[in-house]
């Protein structure tokens, strides 16, 4: 008998004696291993994929809700709640037709009005669908099962648009639900996808629960990310939020859950020395360090102190500070998009490469009319990766001999102050740190940080003629190599006018139990074929 | 008493007004946007600001104060900006972890602080009496995510006879629900026990030295009567009024215990509040907070003529 059972037993007594006999339910060893308990990379804090487009509503939605079509892991759209689809010969009308015996999680079935509706409020938040409604004619459901969608000029990358899965996906909702304003927040939570979100035990900021959805019916193919058959094999996944990395790291080694989803790199090495734990990358398309430059105010308003800095940054310092010393995850990336992906370029990426001149960057800043005044750079503390970033920022920056105003705060403050447009030292900024999922990063429709459309583009208001008239190459692009093309010379101009600086690639870990199989690397946790034994 | 309890409440009313009204003004100020955080990084500002108005954060402070006021008069705390759901419901969620934990804390405090501040008095100067203080000054210097990180590693990662973290409802059995609290109790405690170990020995000297003591002892009295019934009374006084005091520093403790520990309780969640700027979750926290205060200062005055009737209102 071990101490822990002599403790049972003595507070067993106690318990008695104080609650007059209240027992615990006993969870059988099969029911355990039916319910897979999962440590989430953030909060569930709310539970509209299209109202709140943070990755950790995505992931959570990607279980509840199906889409028309599914990016798989050769970034192809797939098929998914599609039967078949048509284009006219001119490429401007779509015909969709719905697989048969869809149903949502309330016994209705799914229709063709309720995809109107979806794709209609999701069209209204998403880049892509924003590029859709203006040239729009109609979308209307043709009957129960089809739909059709008419534009005024072709749009080549529809399917990728219904397909992709950076945030928000076009996730297909009931209509009552779906006709909800997209800028307020939805409060009924009816998917079709292959689980039910059990609304009564949702503790925000600490529990979120997944049931199986019994009337599901998988697709035949294999599944593949967002793609193929969604068989889950577990009856329930539960989500248990951990603020704290070191508290998840125990619980995982502890037996409490089963799969965490991102292990920060300092606790990876005690992860892996427990035989009963597997480490692994988790998503293979990464993630792409960055900071932002203000292009509105000096310096940075010149092209020549936007270059110097590049020229003197070092990645390899970035990304160290970011993932340690495991060079497993990271490389240099004299570029903006990701990795090992169909349109990955380094055009242009030989001002990222090789020996960090200083000389020649101070040269350049003094060029610039640089004269000493203060950098105001934020840094948000609260986010490890930011933090990390900053501080490797600071000192680069001394050491070009600029005089930097560290603003060390929340992301909550770097969030809203960023999108101020006055003078840094009127509430405005010139420096701020970020990251993008390298998911995001792989073709110019889903990057908005590659944007350079002045009061249009992301914070920081870059401005490139050269950029943008590559990213419009890009979508009229009728193959491959043009893409390619495209996005070679579009990489080029986007450091030539230094959009913003890539602080280079890393990846993460994620770590599960040895008792639980089927983890499929990618850009979110797929929970399909993911099965656990006693 | 009565009426000067009735007094006392009256009188809490004016201040949780201030602290309502401070609290409200602090966070209009305060940097930071929900609408930006809600948005997320891939919104326009045009999204952002379209959502903004959809919760009514464009609005002027005056309107925004008066319509929270104006709920909270109804006895409606709000709508959580994130979650859309009832800030009432939200803490209602959050309240039993926090409380089991406050409530095992203080059990755990008061067996074991006061004895020992007892016996440390009555061998004052003593080697036991070092020991005892040393670990007081141990208990009172270590922050609680040391203590708790070291508690969970040797008690649960090592010895595996406790849970790292959760909480579980006591509807589901003593057991469950106790076995969770018992690391995090300890950890959140050892400051408290420090403390009130401390304030009980320094009572428990004055009122050894006093003369019906020294009365007590001549009549031969026994040891154990002396220090619980003549000595501890009289002693309790101070020792009443750091344990209510204490329960300030519970829970600002609970909100690092809550996140080591991952317990599901109002410290976190305050916490995310904070970090999201959900203001209407952050306002009813606070209120309920000052309320708590209001409450045990209340609470620490009716005990006090419990157990000295020379006490009169």
Known sequence: MDRRTVLKGLAGAGGLALTGGLAAPALSQGASARTLRFVPQANLANFDPIWGTQYVVRNAAAMVWDTLYGIDAQLQPQRQMVESEETSDDGKTWTFKLRPGLKFHDGEPVLAKDVVASLSRWAARDPMGLMIIPIQQELTAVDDRTFKWVLKQPFPKMLYALAKNNAPCSFIMPERIAKTDPFKQITEYVGSGPMKFAKGEWVPGAKAVFEKFADYVPRQEKASWLAGGKQIMVDRVEWIVMPDPATAAAALQNGEVDWWENPIADLVPVLKKNKNISVDIGDPLGNIGSFRMNHLFAPFNDVRARRAVLMALSQEDYMRAIVGDDDALWKSLPGFFTPGTPLYSEMGGEILKGKRDFDAAKKLLAESGYAGQPVTCLVAQDQPITKAQGDVTADLLKKLGMNVDFVATDWGTVGSRRAAKTPPGQGGWNMFHSWHAGADCITPASYTAIRANGDKAWFGWPTSAGAEKEVVSWFEAKSLDEEKAAVGRLNKAALDDVVYAPTGFFLTYTAWRKNVSGITKGPLPFFWGVSKSA | ?313
């Open chain 2, 1 to 313: 008493m009565l009426s000067y309890i009735l007094r006392r409440i009256v009188a809490t009313l004016p201040v949780m007004a201030i602290v309502a009204l401070f609290v409200f003004s602090l966070l209009y100020i305060a940097p930071g946007d929900p609408a930006v955080v809600i948005a997320g990084d891939q919104a326009s500002p045009e999204d952002v600001e379209r959502i903004r108005q959809s919760l009514g954060l464009d609005r002027p402070f005056l309107v925004q104060f008066g319509s929270w006021v104006w709920r909270i008069l109804h006895g409606d705390l709000g709508t959580s900006i994130f979650t859309n759901l009832p800030v009432s419901a939200m803490i209602g969620q959050r309240l039993g972890p926090t409380l089991s934990l406050m409530m095992i804390t203080l059990l755990l405090t008061i067996v074991v602080a006061v004895p020992l501040g007892v016996v440390a008095a009555w061998k004052a100067g003593s080697l036991i009496d070092r020991v005892i203080m040393g670990f007081a000054v141990f208990g009172f210097s270590l922050p609680v995510f040391v203590v708790g990180y070291m508690l969970a590693y040797i008690f649960a990662l090592e010895l595996e006879w406790l849970p790292v973290q959760g909480y579980t409802p006591l509807a589901q059995g003593f057991w469950p629900w106790l076995e969770n609290l018992i690391l995090p109790a300890i950890a959140l405690g050892c400051v408290y026990i420090a403390l009130v170990a401390r304030i009980t020995r320094a009572a428990m000297l004055e009122v050894l030295q006093q003369d019906y003591i020294r009365t007590a002892r001549a009549k031969g009295l026994g040891q154990g009567g002396i220090l619980f019934i003549h000595a501890l009374k009289n002693a309790a006084v101070p020792i009443v009024t750091v344990i209510g005091i204490g329960i300030a520093l519970l829970i600002g403790g609970a909100v690092v215990t809550e996140s080591v520990f991952a317990i599901p309780g109002l410290g976190r969640l305050t916490i995310d509040a904070i970090l999201r700027r959900d203001y209407p979750v952050i306002q009813g926290i606070v209120l309920l907070f000052s309320f708590v205060y209001v409450l045990v200062n209340l609470m620490i005055d009716v005990i006090y003529t419990l157990v000295d009737p020379r006490i009169r209102y």
